[in-house]
């Protein structure tokens, strides 16, 4: 019985999966975002004086962000080496499925191959369970709006500007 090998144990695992972007692009983004954006629990007002030269050189900025956070390093006082960037990779290849923000469309489309995000695998797995015409039934039911609202979320996804995209020098 399946919900017997279920509750005896079967083991579940997740997987993290991430949009990545250069790290000078996120750096930009982040300083205009904690100078400009008022409504944000990063809005800093003492940042609307500093230049992004200054902030890149003050104490409140930490280089290396993504290897610095990956590492428990977060201390700038505290160098990094060949080996802490070494371990990060590490950390990312056998943790994470990484996609890039740059390239977006091909990431999302690696996610969805990876994950089996696609509407004909809901069918698919109707029809294993309730027989072809219970499945054709509620595929015209429940899936038919959803395929579109999908197809439309990932298209505004992929192709339009996200909600918090700000232009910035």
């Not at 590492?71 to 990094?80: C, E, R, S, T």
């Not at 990312?92 to 996610?111: H, I, N, P």
């Not at 595929?139 to 700000?166: F, G, P, S, T």
């Amino acid at each position: 019985n399946n919900e017997e090998e279920t509750a005896a144990g079967v083991e579940y695992k997740g997987v993290l999966f991430a949009m990545f972007r250069h790290p000078i692009e996120r750096t930009l983004s982040f300083f205009y975002h904690k100078q400009q954006d008022k409504e944000s629990v990063h809005y800093d007002p003492s940042m609307e004086i500093y230049s992004l030269v200054d902030w890149v050189n003050s104490p409140s900025y930490m280089t290396n962000f993504m290897t610095r956070t990956l590492v428990g390093k977060v201390d700038n006082a505290i160098p990094l080496t060949e080996a802490d960037l070494d371990v990060a990779k590490e950390i990312l290849r056998r943790k994470c499925v990484v996609g890039l923000l740059d390239e977006k469309t091909e990431s999302m489309k690696r996610f969805a191959k990876l994950f089996g995000w696609d509407a004909d695998v809901h069918h698919h797995s109707l029809s294993l369970l309730q027989g072809e015409a219970a499945a054709s039934r509620a595929k015209a039911e429940r899936w038919k709006n959803q395929i579109v609202n999908d197809e439309e979320c990932q298209d505004r996804l992929l192709h339009y500007n996200w909600l918090n995209k700000h232009r910035h020098p």
